[in-house]
């Protein structure tokens, strides 16, 4: 057992999930913990790589079968490497993202795969979150905020405003699934009022 602190952003895309994450992690830095901010797909030198396959290219490059494989081929690597090591020694690992967008994006939103997401889960990955944060955003706004960014990176924004529907749904019933581990926080207002929501679902949960 670890005694370190899994801590995770999710949302779709534009919810402002990577920026609270990455203001959390420097506030915590900056009280003198030890923060350890990562990203999925991502988040190690394999998964990095992994990643390009994924988030580039056309929208219909991958089936949701064979992305459901890549996902956690990389989360696997990213877990292995990034995030157990860090919660050995203790620290708080803030990860954008991890099993729960594949339980929403490939299971719920294309297609009916949940079913096979656990059951992947459970097999290569068997650890879950101490506190998942889920960050709300209407499917217009997010859409629109996603793809301002011109990232290159909008294989999944480019799935147009019916799948972000799709996706706020999702998130929902992620709520009710796991109630205990997720918390919802409205995700609407500028950087700083969604930070004050942060924290404040933070207060008395962190070591
Ligand atoms: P991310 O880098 O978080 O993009 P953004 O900053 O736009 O939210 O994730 C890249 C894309 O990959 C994003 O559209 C969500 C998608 N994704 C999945 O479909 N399944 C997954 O398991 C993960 C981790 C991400």
Redesign the pocket.
């Given at each position: 057992m670890s005694d370190g602190f899994f801590l995770t952003f999710e949302?779709?895309?534009?919810?402002g999930?990577?920026t609270q994450a990455r203001r959390l992690a420097e506030a915590l830095k900056a009280e003198g913990r030890d923060v350890v901010l990562t990203?999925?797909?991502?988040g190690s030198t394999g998964a990095e790589e992994i990643?390009r396959l994924?988030?580039e290219g056309d929208p219909g490059r991958w089936s949701a079968e064979t992305?459901i494989l890549l996902?956690f081929a990389a989360?696997r690597d990213h877990l292995e490497r990034t995030i157990l090591p860090a919660l050995e020694r203790g620290a708080i690992v803030i990860s954008?993202?991890?099993?729960d967008?594949?339980r929403?994006?490939?299971g719920a939103a294309r297609g009916e795969l949940r079913a096979v997401v656990d059951t992947m889960h459970k097999l290569m990955i068997g650890k879950e979150p101490d506190l998942t944060l889920v960050i709300d955003i209407d499917a217009e706004t997010g859409l629109k905020r996603?793809l301002a960014?011109n990232?290159g990176?909008d294989?999944?924004?480019e799935l147009g405003a019916g799948f972000q529907q799709k996706l706020r749904h999702g998130y929902r019933a992620l709520l009710t699934d796991f109630p205990t581990r997720c918390i919802g926080i409205d995700g609407k207002g500028d950087e700083d009022t969604v930070a004050t929501r942060v924290r404040d679902a933070l207060i008395g949960r962190l070591p």
């Open positions: 949302g779709a895309d534009g919810s999930k990577s990203r999925e797909p991502g990643r994924l988030v992305e996902f989360r954008d993202r991890f099993s967008s594949t929403v994006y490939q996603g960014r990232s990176e294989r999944f924004e």
